[in-house]
């Protein structure tokens, strides 16, 4: 188990290299330079100023040289400064950490889509497990109908959807952000629960889309191993029928749902520009955007790596979970 995780950890280095330098040149390809965005804000600007800030940024150079310099500067945990006014280290404005924890974009961006994975969890793995024991039920009808619609359904057309019906129509629900004007004036179970009011749209159309997809994951996955031989075996013996589900069928048809949560591990970041963007939270999805706006190189970068080290982890994780559920593969 030991040498497995070395060597796995050890073939991270050069799939992480690989993953940077293609999103170093993806980069760059795209229309557009760093200078262009601060050159709006100064009309007057000459033709050799803005030499001298693509000299100072280094982007007169080739892109291969400019990425064995941003890989210099990686490997001492440096990211290089952001391309904005503010001229912030990178790393600064990723961890944030002149704020407190709970207003830290990184802390906020993983505990949103910590508690939707929660919720989906929660939610799919029962609601394919009942599906693919009640098939062609009433009940099963019913939910592929309704998850069907979801995973369907844009997920930005659906918060706005949310906003304009619970926010603007019935004024249940905030839209935007994560606390209110008065929320320091508020007594602490009033602090809590208007954080509880302002998440509760977000995550549940963070967690609706993504139910849906994993909840036939579960069901289909649940309907081939019911067909198996050894299913077979032991409701010959005369084991209850949840026993046979919950003991013998669950570990095996949890294997692709392993697969889906580890490949969801980059969605942390990634899915969160959507919808942060939609309901204005100061997040890790918001800071990459306005990064991808500003042609902030180091900041995109910064951001990219952070998501691919997380998939890169994701994928090591769903491995062990696969050693975990299933004892054949830890015999391998």
């Known amino acids: 188990m030991l040498t497995y995780l070395v060597k796995r950890l050890l073939e991270m ?45 280094g ?13 210099k500067r990686v490997v001492g945990f440096d990211f290089g400064e952001s391309f904005s006014t503010d001229r912030r280290p990178v790393m ?16 906020i961006t993983f505990m949103l889509n910590l508690l939707s994975m ?25 939910t592929t109908l309704v998850v069907f619609t979801g995973f369907a359904m844009p997920a930005f057309w659906f918060a706005l959807l949310l906003m304009l019906f619970f926010g603007i129509h019935l004024h249940w629900l905030p839209i935007s952000g994560l606390k209110s004007v008065n929320y320091e004036s508020l007594p602490l179970a009033g602090q809590i629960w208007d954080r509880v009011r302002h998440l509760i749209l977000p995550i549940f159309v963070s967690a609706f889309t993504g139910l849906a997809a994993d909840s036939r994951y579960m069901r289909s996955s649940m ?24 003991k013998h069928a669950l570990k095996n048809a ?13 969605g942390l970041i990634g899915g969160s520009v959507i919808f942060e963007n939609i309901f ?24 990219l790596t952070v ?26």
């Not at 929660?118 to 019913?142: C, E, N, R, V, W």
Request: proline share 8%.
């Open 223 to 246: 309907l081939e191993v019911l067909r198996q031989d050894y299913i077979t075996a032991a409701r010959a013996k005369g084991l209850p029928e949840r026993t046979v589900i919950y």
């Open 13 to 57: 280095i050069p799939t992480l290299l690989g993953i940077t330098l293609i999103s170093f040149f993806i980069i760059h390809l795209a229309p557009g330079k760093p200078t262009d965005v601060l050159a709006e804000l100064n009309p007057k600007i000459t033709p050799e100023a803005r030499e001298k800030l693509e000299k100072y940024y």
């Open 307 to 332: 998501g691919a080290i997380l998939t890169l982890t994701g994928n090591l994780l769903a491995d062990i979970g696969y050693m975990i559920a299933d004892p054949r593969i830890r015999a391998r």
């Open 254 to 266: 949890l294997l692709p749902i392993i697969t889906i949560m580890g490949l969801s591990v980059p």
């Open 118 to 142: 929660f919720i989906i969890l929660m939610i799919a793995i029962p609601l394919g497990i009942s599906s693919a024991t009640h098939q062609y039920s009433l009940f099963d009808k019913i």
């Open 92 to 107: 600064e404005k990723i961890w944030d950490t002149k704020q407190p924890l709970l207003e830290r974009r990184l802390f």
């Open 59 to 71: 982007l007169d150079k080739p892109i291969i040289v400019q990425y064995g310099m941003w890989v």
């Open 280 to 303: 204005g939270i100061p997040g890790m999805g918001q800071l990459f955007y306005a990064g991808v706006m500003q042609r902030d190189y180091p900041l995109v970068m910064g951001i």
